[in-house]
Nanobody
């Protein structure tokens, strides 16, 4: 079992930046592909970004390409999401998720990730 705890959310003005962190305990993250999802009120949970176990490959949803960067530090058992040029439509609860296995493929469906954090709120004001 791996436990995930997100942090770094908050209130920011449009155009601002936030850096989310996802700290893991219980298992080393070096055997997990990781992802960030988000869920706005009344909407489905949405894939944001994912990264392979080594950090060698990443994928992003089109709406965040060029603004968000996913990264990881396996020595610190932590995954990050750097969010720049934030817009009100980025407002959501952000979740990190883990999928066991050193696979090259990075799925975007929430059902393919086994472990989830509790989420951190990101609110972007206009």
């Amino acid at each position: 079992q791996v436990q995930l705890v997100e942090s770094g959310g908050g209130l920011v003005q449009a155009g601002g930046s936030l850096r989310l962190s996802c700290a893991a305990s219980g298992r080393t993250l070096s055997s997990y592909n990781m992802a960030w999802f988000r869920q706005a009120p009344g909407k489905e949970r949405e894939f944001v970004a994912a990264i392979t176990w080594s950090g060698g490959s990443t994928v992003y949803v089109d709406s965040v390409k060029g603004r968000f960067t996913i990264s990881r530090d396996n020595a610190k058992n932590t995954v990050y999401l750097q969010m720049n040029s934030l817009a009100p439509e980025d407002t959501a609860v952000y979740f990190c998720a883990a999928r066991f296995g050193r696979y090259p493929r990075l799925p975007s469906r929430a059902t393919e990730y086994e472990y989830w954090g509790q989420g951190t709120q990101v609110t972007v004001s206009s």
